[in-house]
Nanobody, 126 residues
Framework: QVQLVESGGGLVQAGGSLRLSCAAT????????MGWFRRAPGKEREFVVA????????YYGDSVKGRFTISRDNAKNTVYLQMNSLKPEDTAVYYC???????????????????WGQGTQVTVSS
């Protein structure tokens, strides 16, 4: 079992930045590829970014490429999402997720993740 807790969300003006954190407890964090997803009101959950167990491989959704950066610190059992140049359309609840230890890389597909945090709200005002 892995427990995930997101933090760092809030209200920011368009063009601003936020850094989200996802702290993991439970089983060995470094054994899990991690992902961030988001869900905006009235929309389906959307893939944002994923990172491999060792942090050497990343995948970004098209809508955030060049603006968001994922990283992880396995010594601190934490994955981060640095969000720059935020837009109102980035407004959503952001969730981190851990993929089964059988896989070294992340995935674009939410149903391939086994553990989820409770989410943190990000609101970008225009």
């Amino acid at each position: 079992q892995v427990q995930l807790v997101e933090s760092g969300g809030g209200l920011v003006q368009a063009g601003g930045s936020l850094r989200l954190s996802c702290a993991a407890t439970g089983r060995t964090f470094s054994g899990y590829a991690m992902g961030w997803f988001r869900r905006a009101p009235g929309k389906e959950r959307e893939f944002v970014v994923a990172i491999s167990r060792g942090g050497t491989s990343t995948y970004y959704g098209d809508s955030v490429k060049g603006r968001f950066t994922i990283s992880r610190d396995n010594a601190k059992n934490t994955v981060y999402l640095q969000m720059n140049s935020l837009k109102p359309e980035d407004t959503a609840v952001y969730y981190c997720a851990a993929r089964s230890a059988a896989y070294s890389r992340g995935s674009y597909y939410s149903d391939e993740y086994d553990y989820w945090g409770q989410g943190t709200q990000v609101t970008v005002s225009s």
